[in-house]
């Protein structure tokens, strides 16, 4: 075949038959400038597609701003919280032969034996950290601003617990912040914590 | 009200506030997602989730850059890394039937960068809007039809009621034109293909 802009420009819309996508691309191994012609035809219709305006779904901001919950009642409810614990496990992989193997994470009662007197639920947000490094910064985050958090390290797997409320949400706030962590279960639930339910001992 | 009080208030847990501040930003980060994810259905969610970071988020905002900036950074993020957990998923629509070579199958971390580049890119944007403006009408409403607005020849057809030969060789002989527009070694045409390697091709 000879050279063909038409073809080249239906090509990239795909509106060549098969016999014709065939023929043009045994043609292109052997011709430079219908290779770059087409080259820059693919740029051409990838430039122009990001001069699309699309229209904001209708129910949009609607359906966004039932989803806002005041900060507010967020912080009270953790007032009203005093003295429960909560659980932060956070899980990273060390090496990529391991993912299948991440811990389970410790059950309350183990951990808190002495205090629970009751069957306790506890909430656990598990999260993925990019790397090592990710949990150090955590540490190091905690450590400086002396936070009342406590922490378990073993093998790829950190478990951090306070019965600081404003440290918890420090340390929450943290991790929310950090685009090196991977929820696993949904940190958005946080915020409206006040649909799970939460059976805590009450301590004096 | 002006943005930085506005962003204050919101700060400060104003519901109202964000609602003011979020309306003028919704359809900029609907159409980054769309651009970046192209499904109707992961571009809401993902925009809805983006709001939702301006709002838990706003007090990692600081004032350093612009908070539209700050906002299309939430954005972008969060569509690579919606790429970067299905990356499986092509988006270059056009590949070569045979890629053996991998000369025209690119990386998903590649295109997405490329996207962002795109996106970011307001100088290309201009130019390639001139350049536009530059094409005989019949060539730019054919071109508009079809890589902006994603009509099928058929549609064309109908719409502008010409055959489908018409809108053929209207399309191929555009293209043509807008390229040739766009080679100028003038500016502002250069800058469009700053972003796209020129030396590379030609
Ligand atoms: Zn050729």
């Known amino acids: 075949m000879r050279c063909d802009y038409d073809k080249l420009s239906l090509y990239v819309d795909d509106e060549l038959d098969e016999a014709g996508i065939d023929e043009l691309e045994e043609h292109l191994k052997e011709c430079e400038d219908c290779k770059n012609d087409l080259e820059i035809l693919m740029q051409l219709k990838n430039e122009l597609e990001q001069l699309k305006e699309y229209e904001l779904p209708e129910h949009f901001h609607e359906d966004l701003m039932n989803n806002i919950k005041p900060k507010k009642s967020w912080y009270k409810y953790y007032v009203g919280l005093a003295a429960s ?3 932060v496990v956070v899980s990273f992989t060390l090496a990529a032969d391991e993912i299948d193997s991440v811990p389970e994470p410790m059950s309350i ?3 808190g034996a002495r205090q629970v007197q009751m069957p306790v639920t506890a909430i656990i947000w598990e999260l993925d950290a990019a790397d090592k490094g990710v949990v150090e910064d955590l540490k190091l985050f905690i450590d400086n601003n002396k936070l009342l958090v406590t922490y378990f390290e073993s093998d ?3 478990q951090l617990f306070s019965q600081n409320e404003n440290d918890y949400i420090s340390m929450y706030d943290y991790i929310y912040a950090t685009d090196d962590f991977i929820s696993i279960s949904r940190p958005a639930d946080l915020p409206i914590i006040s649909e799970v339910v939460i059976n805590y001992p009450l301590t004096d | 009200m002006n943005e930085a009080k506005l962003i204050k208030r919101v700060k400060k847990g104003d519901v109202k506030a964000f609602e003011e501040l979020i309306q003028q930003y919704e359809p900029i980060i609907y159409n980054t997602c769309m651009k970046i994810l192209k499904n109707e259905h992961e571009a809401y969610d993902a925009a809805q989730e983006v709001c939702i970071k301006v709002w838990k988020q706003i007090d990692r905002f600081e004032g350093n850059s612009k908070f539209s900036t700050w906002v299309y950074r939430v954005t972008t993020n969060q569509c690579l890394d919606i790429l970067r957990k299905h990356k499986s998923q092509k988006v270059v629509s056009i590949e070569m039937g045979n890629n053996d070579e991998g000369d025209w199958s690119l990386d998903v971390e590649d295109t997405t960068q490329d996207i962002l580049k795109h996106i970011e890119n307001n100088e290309m944007v ?4 001139l350049a536009l403006s530059e094409l005989k009408e019949e060539h730019r409403q054919v071109i508009l039809l079809r890589d902006v607005e994603d009509y099928s020849y058929e549609e064309i057809s109908q719409k502008l009621s010409i055959s489908l030969g018409t809108v053929k060789s209207r399309l191929s002989r555009g293209r043509q034109n807008l390229r040739n527009i766009l080679l100028q070694d003038k500016e502002p045409f ?9 030396e590379g091709i030609l």
Do not use: E, T, V
Not at chain 2, 126 to 129: F, G, T
Not at chain 2, 190 to 198: E, G, L, M, R, V
């Open chain 1, 109 to 111: 009662d183990m951990m």
């Open chain 2, 190 to 198: 250069n800058s469009f293909w700053s972003q796209n390697s020129k």
């Open chain 1, 85 to 87: 614990m909560l659980i």
């Open chain 1, 156 to 158: 790829g797997q950190i």
């Open chain 2, 126 to 129: 201009d130019a390639l809007k």
